[in-house]
């Protein structure tokens, strides 16, 4: 097949688009053309008056492949694909003992799966419900219900990530993507994360893609158990021999392991304790705070895409800005979620924390994104490696208490905000945080250095995307895990000091997002299965 890049397509595109530009280019005629695939699309919204949709194609042609790349006029941007390599297959090992991998999230769920191909048939806990259960469970807490602190946006099948907008991009270059997208697929994730230039799932669909990988785990002789907790790690001489695990009934139960695949996310902060306390080395890590910003999406499309706003092909448009401050101080905006909403986020009693979602369509009135500011280990207030967890507790605290106590999260208009007054309703755009918000002051529930940083940067943002300092625009925090914050060490074989046990994943240090979380259990798994 030959490849044909950098397409300018319109809008309506079809695939007898496809097929002409195909022709044109290669210089072959349409009854030459066996079959035409599209490989990579994004969109072209530079110039507001000409957006249009930029193609990679795979052409299967009847003629010979080398004569047509050879008799091409320079600029075209055509190549012969090579087959693409297969994966290698991985070494059945025989263990003593079954590894066990601690968390269901994207790096646990691809952990797990990579053991489970291999024959190992691993133990897999998450301390939260099965995705179903969890469903229920969030949806009664954002109605107003009691909150679970084992059931939650953080915790429970399918980790942080199943309460999102699925965001599928990542900044990393590994042939485990392309595997992860794919096996996405194949569980029910959209056939577009395959070629889209920015792919996503949505909230609504991950769900039934997370069960379906891991029915493929059980079936395979994984292990999976729900509401199961990792409490303590066993070791001798350096080396992990067994784990306590916590069943839903309370009772303990102790287990042989040699191998212990740590996935459990960024909010687990008593298993950090429990691993600082066993000499596990972590240092501390770089994150952001801040505050979700809600704008009309009408308007995110207006100012993105000019007149072609509204186009169906197109859909909602996102953004993602960041500014760099003269103070030194850096803010950017976070998992923007187009036609999404703002959503309850908290994993401990008596703390609010926000996050954003979106359903795979994004046809919510509302668009978000967290607005962050950099926050680095210098000003946790501390210096061993728990200090930025106790830094995220502060002000979430703070939050609640402000938020009326009854995970209500504390609001601002943007006008408001700017001029560092109170707020006493909504402007322009309604908060679409469940169960409510309070409006006041957010600047009393950030630090000083945060806040201040914000305000410049709004109006800064307003440069790169009109309407964003809009004064009817909401703030709704706080937010506070946008990442880990902290590393947990490992080597060059993604083991800790303390062999046998494999750091994984964002709540690890090594990762940022869905899929580079689910890179990550890959890697991992492939390590603990040469250790």
Not at 165 to 191: F, H, Q, V
Not at 386 to 413: C, D, I, S
Request: with cysteine; hydrophobic share 40%.
């Amino acid at each position: 097949m030959i490849k044909l890049s950098n397409l300018k397509a319109p809008l309506g595109y079809t695939e007898k688009t496809l097929r002409r530009m195909a022709s044109e280019q290669l210089h072959i005629q349409d009854k030459d053309i066996q079959q035409v695939i599209l490989l990579k699309k994004s969109v072209d919204a530079r110039d507001k008056g000409d957006v249009h949709f930029v193609l990679t194609i795979a052409v299967a042609v009847s003629v010979p492949e080398d004569k047509i790349i050879s008799k091409l006029r320079r600029g075209v941007q055509a190549v012969v694909m090579k087959p693409e390599p297969e994966e290698a297959p991985l070494p059945e090992v025989k263990f003593d003992f079954r590894p066990l991998v601690v968390g269901l999230g994207p790096a646990g769920l691809f952990a797990a799966w990579t053991l489970a191909r291999a024959g190992a048939k691993p133990i897999v806990i998450e301390r939260g419900r099965d995705v179903e259960r969890r469903e229920k469970d969030v949806k009664t807490f954002w109605g107003g219900g009691v909150f679970s602190p084992v059931s939650n946006v953080q915790f429970g099948e399918g980790g942080a990530g199943a309460f999102s907008d699925g965001k599928l991009t990542t900044g990393i270059n590994d042939p485990r993507c392309s595997r992860a997208l794919r096996t996405l697929y194949e569980c029910g994730a959209p056939e577009e994360i395959l070629y889209l230039a920015k792919p996503h799932i949505g909230t609504d669909k991950l769900p039934g893609v997370v069960k379906t990988l891991r029915e493929k785990i059980v079936s395979l002789g994984g292990d999976v158990r729900f509401e199961t907790r990792l409490e303590q790690l066993i070791t001798e001489q350096g080396r992990v021999v067994g784990a306590v695990l916590v069943g839903p009934d309370g009772s303990k139960e102790m287990i042989q392991t040699g191998h212990v695949v740590l996935a459990v996310g960024h909010s687990a902060r008593d298993t950090f304790e429990m691993l600082h306390a066993l000499g596990v080395p972590m240092i501390r890590k770089p994150f952001s705070i801040g505050a979700r910003i809600e704008h009309s999406q009408k308007m995110v499309d207006r100012s993105q895409y000019g007149s072609a706003a509204g186009h169906p092909a197109l859909g909602a448009a996102d953004y993602k800005l960041n500014v760099k401050l003269p103070t030194g101080r850096s803010a950017y905006t976070f998992c923007m979620c187009p036609g999404g909403s703002v959503v309850a986020a908290a994993s401990e009693e008596g703390g609010v924390v926000t996050n954003g979602m979106s359903v795979f369509a994004r046809d919510g009135e509302n668009a978000n994104s967290a607005l962050l500011v950099g926050v680095e280990p210098e000003d946790f207030g501390g210096d061993d490696p728990l200090a930025g967890v106790r830094f995220q507790r502060t002000w979430e605290k703070l939050a609640f208490e402000m938020g009326g106590g009854n995970y209500h999260a504390p609001a601002q208009r943007v006008g408001d905000f700017l001029k560092n007054t109170p707020s006493k309703d909504a402007g322009d755009v309604e908060p679409t945080y469940r169960p409510g918000v309070t409006y006041t002051n957010l600047s009393k529930c950030l630090p000083e250095f945060v806040h201040e940083t914000m305000r410049e940067a709004i109006v800064r943002m307003d440069r790169q995307l009109h309407g964003f300092a809009s004064p009817g625009a909401l703030l709704t925090g706080v937010e506070t895990r946008s990442s880990s914050p902290l590393r947990i060490l490992r080597d060059e074989n993604c083991q800790s000091e303390l062999r046998g046990l494999f750091p994984c994943g964002e709540g690890a240090g090594y990762a940022g997002g869905i899929l580079s979380a689910a890179v990550d259990g890959m890697r991992v798994a492939e390590a603990v299965l040469k250790a």
